[in-house]
């Protein structure tokens, strides 16, 4: 691969004519799980939705292999890029298999080669096909669907993959079982994958690297033990409240 | 009840057109209007910033009164004149807003995480709309169409006023017969109608559920096709015209003088087109100067007072010549009288005029001033008058009348409702009384006609009024319109009016059994 999975470099950008990220530098490699944290409004989403071109940035640049996504086209690297959000955003009028052959039948995949990977796809995510592949989505609990859109996400063998709070609303047992799944994928396809999260004790259990924003900027980027080891207290102040779950329990 | 189905026995095949023109307006404008409401709807969605003018356009539109709508229209070139495209124009423009807002409203209600993953999955803008937004807001127009359709099977009854045919020709044609029979004929088909079509395309409404996708295109495809062969047979109900297009307005006896004209033609071999029906004097001329109709029956005092704007006057030779060169400066040919002069009538009981010798007003007048005198010394009761509110005010009404022949009556004459006078002189309530010289009720109920012997009355002779270019391309048309000339007494008209009104006959049933009169 000519460069990181994804770099970036001195990136501001801003929403609604609101600057949102200041002068924003890092890098994602590949196989690697980056974990974006900071609280509400930090800047998370916005740094990842500039990853396939949801938005540009207003200076700085965003490297994807080494190119800059102002030289990419937009719909080719959309089509090599995973995207799971909250909730899963499943098309509600297909059928769960239809939804994980979206992308592969944008690439006029031949059908059975579709059908094959669809299965495949079901199996991975722990999800019977021959029961779930023609559910529609709105029949399926919150914790099927997450595994399904992650599914969907990975329907074309996309080398990256961008996930915006993917179990941000799921119960607590059901985040636990699909902390588990996604680890045993992650540990299978070794994706570079974009986390971005609010909950820093599910940074800490899935990511390689801990990136946290703190009103648009970047704080913090290290690994798990090193950024629990901070002594900035807009890291800490986030750490707390892991700290105070892990004494409740 | 009775009455109705015996109504529609006897009308089942005009019924059927009616039924296929009224179909046929309402299915066209409405895929016409998908056409144009579904593509502006999703540009507006797209572009918040258009939405609001376009929104507005339609909403201004669909605020125009149906009639005043048909009224701008007609004068216009291309889009105006008279019949199924005018029709069709205005019908399309009330379909237009629930079509364009529920395309608005429903794309508006795909959730927006929704559409987002579609674009973050590499879906291009058109396959985002295509897989994902249509799919989505498809209940929504649907359910747009359904309120397009309901409004356009009540909208199309008016269309009828500028003959564009349809179920409402019956509603107009019961309004002006007062007859709620025959309004029903009209009302309850395209009740009937508005309910099958909601209902219809609620059906289709449901196959194209989501849910539903092998039946989804079948659906889609079948109200397409519909649509299309509707707008296909209404492209060739308005190309494949016939020779002639015959007119008339709306009120009975109009409606069985266009009958007239149209079976004339027709045993002349001609192919004939009929308007009946059309919405008033000013429309029915508008159609004639546009080439709408070719040719229909008008009155000479109507032509000279209401459409030359001259004075009335009582001279029937002098008015049909000042109208017929009024009408050649236009191009259109005033053909020969008919034969009776559908103008006021003084009415009498039929016994009173056999059993005094009355014939004439002259008389009549006499008689007046006898009895009046006669009091006196006898016991029999003076004359009685009873008239119309507007012939009471009127100076060329009762004023006008009594100072042309000297005639007063004892009592100040009752003011009555027009409708009722009739039966109120049948009854004995009155004993004279002014009426259309061509009401079917003056024989049904015993009445009798006295001769205007000093001509007070203008004249409104009857005479079929044709477009000169029509005449050249089909001599055939002038002689069948000539052989016409003369032939209709004011009794004759009389009579067919109360076939029609009277005893609930079919207009070309009558027509036709009075051609065949030897």
């Known amino acids: 691969m000519p460069g990181p999975a994804v770099q970036f470099a001195e990136v501001s950008a801003s929403r609604g004519g609101r600057p949102v990220l200041h002068h924003v530098s890092m890098t994602v490699n590949h196989g690697q799980t980056v974990a974006l944290v900071g609280r509400s409004g930090s800047g998370k989403t916005t740094l990842l939705r500039l990853v396939n071109r949801l938005l540009d940035p207003d200076a700085g640049d965003v490297l994807v292999d080494g190119k800059n996504t102002r030289d990419w086209d937009p719909i080719a690297l959309r089509r090599r890029t995973g995207y799971v959000i909250q909730d899963a955003g499943l098309f509600p009028h297909v059928t769960v298999g239809d939804n994980l052959a979206t992308v592969p039948r944008l690439l006029a995949w031949p059908a059975t080669r579709v059908s094959v990977r669809v299965d495949a796809l079901l199996n991975l995510v722990g999800l019977e096909p021959a029961v779930f592949r023609d559910r529609w989505p709105d029949e399926l609990s919150g914790g099927q669907r997450q595994r399904a859109g992650l599914a969907r996400a990975l329907a074309a063998d996309p080398p990256l993959l961008l996930m915006d709070e993917p179990f941000g609303a799921l119960d607590p047992i059901t985040k636990g079982e699909l902390h588990a799944e996604f680890l045993r994928v992650q540990g299978a396809l070794h994706r570079s994958v974009i986390l971005v999260t609010h909950d820093m004790a599910e940074a800490c259990a899935l990511a390689d690297q801990i990136a946290v924003l703190h009103d648009g900027e970047l704080i913090a980027c290290d690994t798990p033990a090193n950024v629990r080891a901070s002594d900035d207290p807009r890291v800490r102040a986030l750490m707390g409240i892991v700290r105070l779950k892990a004494d409740a329990s | ?518």
Not at chain 2, 425 to 443: M, Q, R
């Open chain 2, 1 to 518: 009840m009775t009455e109705l189905l015996a109504f529609i026995a006897s009308h089942r095949a005009e019924m059927a057109t009616r039924l296929g023109e009224h179909v046929v307006l309402v299915a066209a404008s409405t895929a016409i209007a998908a056409a144009v409401g579904i593509p502006l709807g999703i540009l507006a969605a797209r572009r918040p910033s258009l939405s609001r003018p376009i929104v507005g356009l339609a909403n201004l539109a669909q605020t125009i009164p149906s009639l005043a709508l048909f009224g701008f229209l007609i004068p216009l070139p291309l889009i105006g004149g008279i019949g199924t495209r005018t029709a069709l124009v205005a019908l399309t423009v009330y379909a237009v807003l629930p079509i364009l807002r529920s395309t608005i409203t429903g794309l508006q209600g795909v959730p927006p995480a929704v559409v987002e993953c579609a674009v973050a999955m590499g879906l291009t803008p058109r396959q985002v709309l295509r897989q994902v937004e249509w799919p989505l807001a498809l209940p929504s127009i649907v359910s747009g169409l359904r309120v397009a359709v309901v409004i356009g099977v009540g909208t199309a009854t008016i269309a009828s006023a500028i003959g564009a045919g349809g179920l409402g020709d019956y509603i107009f044609r019961g309004l002006a017969m007062v007859d709620a029979t025959v309004i029903l004929a009209g009302a309850l088909p395209a009740a009937l109608l508005a309910l099958a079509a909601d209902a219809a395309l609620a059906a289709a409404g449901h196959l194209a559920d989501a849910r539903r996708r092998s039946g989804r295109h079948v659906a889609v495809l079948a109200v397409v096709a519909l649509l299309a062969a509707a707008a296909v047979w209404s492209g060739r109900a308005t190309a494949g015209r016939a020779d002639l297009v015959v007119g008339s307005k709306n009120f009975t006896e109009q409606v069985v003088l266009g009958e007239l004209l149209a079976q004339a033609l027709e045993r002349r071999g001609l192919t004939v087109d009929r308007r009946l029906n059309l919405g008033g004097t000013a429309i029915a001329h508008e159609a004639l100067l546009s080439g709408g109709i070719d040719v229909y029956v008008e009155y000479t005092g109507t032509s000279l007072t209401a459409i030359f704007n001259e004075p009335p006057s009582a001279d029937s030779d002098a008015v049909f010549q000042t109208v017929r060169e009024r009408y050649a400066a236009l191009g259109v040919t005033l053909m020969p009288r008919l034969g009776f002069n559908n103008t006021f009538a003084i009415l009498v009981r039929s016994e009173d005029a056999k059993r005094l010798g009355m014939k004439t007003v002259s008389d009549l007048a006499g008689m007046v001033r006898l009895k009046a005198d006669a009091t006196l010394t006898r016991a029999d009761a003076p004359w009685r008058a009873g008239f119309g509110y507007e012939f009471l005010e009127r100076p060329d009404g009762f004023k006008g009348l009594s100072a042309a022949y000297g005639l007063s009556f004892a009592a100040a004459p009752r003011v009555m409702d027009l409708n009722l006078i009739y039966r109120a002189l049948a009854a004995g309530e009155i004993d004279v009384t002014a009426g259309d010289a061509t009401s079917g009720l003056i024989e049904s109920l015993g009445l009798a006609v006295l001769e205007d012997d000093r001509r007070y009355f203008p004249v409104y002779d009857a005479s079929p009024v044709a477009r000169a270019s029509v005449l050249l391309q089909y001599p055939v048309a002038a002689e069948a319109i000539r052989s016409l000339a003369g032939r209709i007494s004011a009794a004759d008209m009389r009579r067919l009016n109360f076939a029609v009104d009277g005893e609930k006959q079919d207009p070309a049933v009558v027509v036709r059994a009075f051609l065949d009169r030897p």
